[in-house]
């Protein structure tokens, strides 16, 4: 009987901030998140939604005091890139799965103008039946166990929206006709079920071959790094590629408080300004400078909402180069 290795034990520490990952081909968004995790030395660490293990790109991994924003990214338009290979439907919608059914492919009906018009058919407020092969979840099971179980649930249609979206013909490297597609859309939209659709307006049927998120809320592919790139990186350099808290807020109106309202504004209690009213706040002290938090502005009040404590501004203050920061918090 051969001896199991010991495990290592990873000595934990904390880390604040937002790690923009470019998600590898056949990983989950969880196993991602673990092994960035493990790689940092991270003690609390949280993903902002899931990307399938057969798709690549954007995948922001937020650790620390990062986590309380995370849902922002959750909530926020995404782009894709994605290739619908035409005449093959398949049990899950994408290349996984088994064929359900081949057509012939006539590329004569595939013209500019046919394309456009369904281009324009699945642009706006649309509605989608969830897939079977997805994490929603019926009565507590998501609907994949039902599905690996030979099982189909009845699904509710969902209504998302498709911000943009252009369809140009492709080929494979198999030669098979396909469509190539840029999407931006709604949170809740089914990439594979889009696909999907759209070679059934064709007339042919289709599934998924290729899936590639290359923004969301504003953070494009460019901005990320590789899982290869990180771990071949020196500690010191892992943690220099964490982004700041506050780079998940840049759609948010800034507002600055003094160090008495900082305090006060940590502590929970609303402060009176003259700022006009904004649906969304980041919240800064002036010194140090530092995040505090995030709410928002109704008839001059500037109403806290997730804050971060003063252990964690401290820990974020001592991880800058150059930031002076001892005794600065007392007041906090």
């Given at each position: 009987m051969t001896e199991r290795a010991p495990r290592i034990r990873v000595q934990r520490?904390?880390?604040?901030?937002?790690?923009?990952?470019?998600?590898?081909?056949?990983?989950?968004?969880?196993?991602?998140?673990?092994?960035?995790?493990?790689?940092?030395?991270?003690?609390?660490?949280?993903?902002?939604?899931?990307?399938?293990?057969?798709?690549?790109?954007?995948?922001?991994?937020?650790?620390?005091?990062?986590?309380?924003?995370?849902?922002?990214?959750?909530?926020?338009?995404?782009?894709?890139?994605?290739?619908?290979?035409?005449?093959?439907?398949?049990?899950?919608?994408?290349?996984?799965?088994?064929?359900?059914?081949?057509?012939?492919?006539?590329?004569?009906?595939?013209?500019?103008?046919?394309?456009?018009?369904?281009?324009?058919?699945?642009?706006?407020?649309?509605?989608?039946?969830?897939?079977?092969?997805?994490?929603?979840?019926?009565?507590?099971?998501?609907?994949?166990?039902?599905?690996?179980?030979?099982?189909?649930?009845?699904?509710?249609?969902?209504?998302?929206?498709?911000?943009?979206?252009?369809?140009?013909?492709?080929?494979?490297?198999?030669?098979?006709?396909?469509?190539?597609?840029v999407v931006t859309c709604s949170k809740g939209t089914y990439i594979r079920t889009l696909g999907e659709d759209i070679g059934a307006a064709l007339g042919f049927g289709a599934h998924l071959s290729f899936l590639r998120r290359i923004d969301t809320g504003g953070i494009g592919v460019e901005r990320c790094v590789t899982l290869a790139q990180l771990e071949a990186m020196p500690e010191a350099e892992r943690i220099a590629s964490l982004e700041a808290p506050e780079s998940l807020l840049a759609g948010h109106t800034r507002v600055t408080l003094d160090s008495d309202n900082a305090a006060r504004f940590l502590s929970g209690v609303r402060r009176r300004g003259a700022w006009p009213d904004a649906s969304a706040v980041a919240v800064f002290g002036e010194s140090p400078p530092a995040l505090l938090g995030v709410g928002h502005i109704a008839g001059g009040e500037l109403v806290p909402g997730r804050l971060l404590s003063p252990l964690e501004i401290q820990q974020i203050l001592e991880s800058k180069p150059h930031v002076q920061t001892s005794g600065t918090l007392e007041k906090l």
């Open positions: 520490r904390p880390v604040h901030g937002v790690l923009l990952l470019d998600k590898p081909l056949g990983l989950s968004s969880n196993d991602a998140l673990q092994k960035v995790k493990w790689l940092l030395r991270a003690e609390k660490a949280g993903h902002t939604g899931t990307l399938d293990p057969l798709a690549t790109g954007v995948l922001p991994l937020c650790f620390g005091a990062a986590t309380k924003f995370s849902q922002l990214q959750l909530e926020a338009a995404k782009t894709y890139e994605a290739i619908a290979v035409l005449g093959i439907t398949t049990t899950t919608g994408d290349a996984e799965g088994e064929v359900l059914e081949r057509r012939e492919v006539d590329p004569a009906q595939l013209t500019p103008d046919r394309l456009a018009a369904v281009q324009q058919q699945f642009t706006g407020s649309i509605r989608q039946v969830p897939p079977m092969h997805s994490a929603l979840k019926k009565d507590g099971k998501a609907l994949y166990e039902y599905a690996r179980a030979g099982v189909t649930v009845e699904r509710e249609p969902r209504d998302v929206v498709i911000h943009a979206l252009k369809l140009a013909l492709a080929r494979t490297d198999q030669a098979l006709f396909a469509i190539k597609m």
